[in-house]
């Protein structure tokens, strides 16, 4: 890494140690600044710069969100302006700063806001790998403890637990009781679409093996449960 | 047995409901299936086996009530009230208290092991079995994420020697490394070994994974 990204690091970690959120520390823009060179590798034409400044500002909103209590912040939002005046600062072209904010304004699930260039869909994608494989499972415990959930639940129909649980009745709405919720149940309403919401194939690759441990994982934890020795 | 068994349940169900430290109810039934599982080849009380299973973490309700530290032995006073209108012998129900008493010791602390009845070496090894494979797993990062434990610190070595309940570990790698990967020394039964060796190469595989994902190399 060199030193203008290390400075850009060191910025996002101060900001991040704002607010404790284990899920969306400093590590985890690690996790995804990593796997973005590992997937832009992959890819032709890339500017590396705008790949490298996105991956570790992308969640450089994060503590502005969590701690505003009305709900009303979106950390992809307010993190696109925040990028602005540190990559000006650092001598990045105005090109190259509107670049990095649209790939920052785009990572989010469930925004109006698509992924256009390859450069921001490599960023979307690496983030959303760390919903699965060991990480996203140690990721998705975390989430358990935290909101006093299930660490093992299986619920015989998704539907009428959608009906029950999930906002207007969606498979994919938001969670209304986040302590009726499991790993399980999270993998049959949400995780095992991932693949449908990857752009680039190296993702999808990496998605697909990452999907198939955490499921394997799901399946032993069931065993385990049930007292199968 | 399961008659036995409900009847307990609903006298401590209330009190595990908030446990928040992974030992609920779901922990107790979890020990209690597998200690059965044990005895089915290793032999000894069944219905001794259960219950203690059942009952055998009471002093952690003790300790979140109060606030202090609770050996599990300072839980027997209310294991007798809960064993008092139950059809058991005297020598049953001192078996029993006899398994909670000593059913937290590990061959890696620095005191090392002391019992040798095959009710509390089967207690001892269903209880360290729910802490390891899949469900160790899933349990040790759900008290980080309640307890705001970071998952890794990489920068910090693993370095404690021997294990000391009372003292927390700084990320959840950490605890593997003081503790969950040593469960699998720490079993007393053949069949307990057996599985444990499963549900340590389990976790091996998982460090293995977690690692170079966390590298961003797959």
């Known amino acids: 890494m060199t030193e203008k990204f290390q400075k850009i690091k060191e910025i996002v970690e101060k900001e991040l140690n704002q607010a404790k959120d284990s899920s969306h520390d400093i590590n985890h823009v690690m ?54 005046p540190i990559l000006e600062k650092l001598g990045f072209s105005s090109e190259q700063i509107k670049h990095v904010q649209a790939c920052i304004l785009s990572h989010r699930y469930r925004t109006d806001y698509k992924p256009e260039t390859t450069e921001a869909k490599i960023v979307h994608d690496a983030d959303k790998l760390e919903t699965v494989g060991a990480v996203g499972l140690a990721r998705a415990f975390s989430w358990i403890g935290k909101h006093d959930a299930h660490i093992y639940k299986k619920v015989d129909s998704i539907k009428d637990y959608a009906k029950e649980n999930l906002f207007a009745g969606k498979i994919n709405g938001r969670i209304m009781d986040k302590s009726k919720h499991s790993v399980h149940i999270n993998y049959e309403t949400k995780d095992k679409f991932l693949l449908e919401n990857l752009y680039t194939e190296t993702a999808k690759r990496i998605g697909q093996e990452r999907l198939t441990y955490f499921k394997g994982f799901l399946d032993r934890l069931e065993k385990e449960v049930s007292g199968e020795l | 047995m399961e008659k036995i068994i409900k009847i307990l349940e609903n006298k401590i169900k209330k009190s ?76 049953q129900k ?50 980080s994420g309640a307890h705001s434990i970071s998952m890794w610190i990489p920068e910090k070595p693993f370095k404690r020697r021997y294990f000391d309940e009372n003292k927390k570990d700084i990320s959840t790698i950490h605890h593997f490394h003081s503790k969950l990967l040593k469960l699998k020394e720490n079993m007393n039964t053949k069949t307990g070994k057996a599985v444990a060796k499963q549900r340590h190469e389990f976790m091996e595989r998982f460090l293995k994974e977690f690692f170079s994902e966390w590298r961003g190399e797959k």
């Open chain 2, 94 to 143: 001192d078996k029993i208290l006899h398994c909670i008493a000593y059913h937290e010791e590990y061959g890696f602390s620095k005191k090392g092991k002391t019992v040798s009845d095959i009710e509390t070496l089967i207690i001892q090894d269903a209880d360290n079995l729910d802490a390891m494979g899949a469900i160790g797993i899933g349990r040790t990062f759900s008290f």
């Open chain 1, 31 to 84: 996790r995804v600044y990593n796997l973005a060179l590992t997937i832009a590798r992959q890819e032709q034409k890339v500017d590396l710069d705008v790949v490298e400044a996105a991956a570790l500002l992308h969640d450089i909103g994060g503590a502005k969100e969590s701690n505003d209590p009305s709900g009303q912040t979106d950390h992809a939002v307010i993190g696109a302006q925040m990028a602005e």
């Open chain 2, 16 to 91: 595990f409901s908030k446990e928040g430290s992974g030992h609920d109810i779901y922990h107790l039934r979890r020990v209690l299936n597998s200690a059965l599982q044990l005895q089915k080849k290793e032999g000894g009380d069944k219905l001794v086996i259960a219950i203690a299973a059942f009952l055998h973490d009471l002093h952690r309700i003790i300790e979140r009530d109060t606030g202090k530290f609770c050996a599990p032995k300072e839980s027997l006073p209310k294991v007798r009230e809960l064993l008092k209108d139950l059809k058991l012998s005297v020598a």
